[in-house]
Antibody
Framework: EVQLVESGGGLVQPGRSLRLSCAAS????????IHWVRQAPGKGLEWVSA????????GYADSVKGRFTITRDDAKNSVYLQMNSLRVEDTAFYYC??????????????WGQGTLVTVSS | EIVLTQSPATLSLSPGEGATLSCRAS??????LAWYQQRPGQAPRLLIY???DRATGIPARFSGSGSGTDFTLTINSLEPDDFAVYYC????????FGQGTRLEIK
């Protein structure tokens, strides 16, 4: 069974940093793109970042470019999102998700349950 | 950035009725379009991928159509569990989501 478990969320002051983790199991992790998607309370879904199976292709939403960094550790079946210079508007549930097909671009089919990041003074 | 516009924002229907949800892309995404259902307090659930293919375990009541810039999600014979928020998403260039359509009980 595919499982994705996010951790690392919490309350942080504006301007500070936080590192989210996504631990994966139940599939061949090193073959898949992994995405981070966020959702502010009561709002819609916003794509944040993605990393390809070989880390050769990495993308960020304009809203986080230059502040967030995505990495993966295939030995630990994990993806990380380093979030620096956090803003109040970064407050959201952060989900990690794997793509439907390995070694190709496809839509995410499995999602974690999310971790809440609250940026407030 | 590819912008996805969903309509209507809210759809009020009764169980047993059919629903038609639309998604328009600001430029062609080919068939790289997916639909998700999200219930309160839950993660999104993939319904349709590649514009027309049902994901594993999704009932045949759900169907997707379209290509290029105009896409439709059709839900036949609505059941109580179908009342939720639906998002379209493109994977032509990274990912963007539509703003969502809320399907509510009339």
């Amino acid at each position: 069974e595919v499982q994705l478990v996010e951790s690392g969320g919490g309350l942080v002051q504006p301007g500070r940093s936080l590192r989210l983790s996504c631990a994966a199991s139940g599939f061949t992790f090193q073959n898949y793109y992994i995405h981070w998607v966020r959702q502010a309370p009561g709002k819609g879904l916003e794509w944040v970042s993605a990393i390809s199976w070989n880390s050769a292709s990495i993308g960020y939403a304009d809203s986080v470019k230059g502040r967030f960094t995505i990495t993966r550790d295939d030995a630990k079946n994990s993806v990380y999102l380093q979030m620096n210079s956090l803003r109040v508007e970064d407050t959201a549930f952060y989900y990690c998700a794997k793509e439907l097909r390995g070694h190709s671009d496809s839509s995410p089919d499995s999602w974690g349950q999310g971790t809440l990041v609250t940026v407030s003074s | 950035e590819i912008v996805l516009t969903q309509s209507p924002a809210t759809l009020s229907l009764s169980p047993g009725e059919g629903a038609t949800l639309s998604c328009r892309a600001s430029q062609s995404v080919g068939s790289s379009l997916a639909w998700y259902q999200q219930r309160p307090g839950q993660a999104p659930r993939l319904l349709i991928y590649d514009a027309t293919d049902r994901a594993t375990g999704i009932p045949a009541r759900f169907s997707g159509s379209g290509s290029g810039t105009d896409f439709t999600l059709t839900i036949n014979s609505l059941e109580p569990d179908d009342f939720a928020v639906y998002y379209c998403q493109q994977r032509r260039h990274w990912i963007t989501f539509g703003q969502g359509t809320r399907l509510e009980i009339k």
